[in-house]
């Protein structure tokens, strides 16, 4: 039972690699450029799986095969999902009738949507005038809130890992978490709650 594999395992597991996230580009009809990660995937989860393989039952290949499958078929329903949750449609596709006189006429989403909702409700998605005005006033109540103190913390954590975050801010870790605390608390009395 290897607990690693050697450069020449992975050598001679390449072309298994390749010929399973091809198949799997396939189908999840994912761009090409997309194939590393996908290859990388799948190599992460055969060292996870790697504990599990028993020479005695079958070839590295065979194991390998089999965990890149599945790895593949994963990630085909991941893709499957994401596609289903953006709503995609074609400017062709009908939405409705503009209710003239006759009453049969029928509009595109071309026709429909104004280029102000910009980009995103071209795509399908959607765009609530009034959602984003809401956020962006929680946003501006958000930052009043947050004191001139804190506010280089909270670029760093938007823009970083936690802990690089709490090292660009120059403060030890007790103090950066407890600083985040406070903050946490400020923006929760203001009325503003966590959006996850």
Not at 6 to 27: K, N, Q, V, W, Y
Not at 129 to 135: C, G, I, N, Y
Request: proline share 5%.
């Amino acid at each position: 039972m290897p607990a690693s594999l050697t450069l020449a395992d992975l050598h001679r597991l390449r072309p298994i690699l390749r010929r399973e996230s091809l198949r799997t580009l396939r189908l999840a009809r994912l761009p090409g450029h997309d194939r590393e990660d996908i290859e990388q995937e799948m190599v992460l989860d055969l060292l996870a799986r790697l504990g599990a393989f028993e020479p005695e039952r079958g070839s590295l290949e065979a194991f390998a095969t089999v965990c890149f499958r599945h790895r593949g078929y994963r990630l085909v329903q991941q893709a499957q999902r994401d596609r289903r949750r953006q709503h995609l449609t074609g400017f062709d596709e009908v939405v409705g009738s503009d209710g003239g006189a006759c009453g049969d006429e029928t509009l595109t989403l071309a026709e429909v949507l104004p280029e102000a909702a910009g980009l995103g409700a071209w795509w399908g998605q959607p765009s609530d005038a009034v959602a984003a005005l809401e956020r962006r006033l929680d946003l501006d109540r958000a930052a009043s809130i947050i004191s001139p103190r804190d506010r280089p913390l909270c670029a760093a954590l938007s823009a970083a890992a936690p802990a690089i975050a709490i090292a660009a801010a120059g403060a030890s870790r007790a103090t950066a978490y407890r600083r985040i605390a406070e903050m946490r608390l400020r923006l929760l009395a203001a009325g503003i709650a966590a959006a996850a």
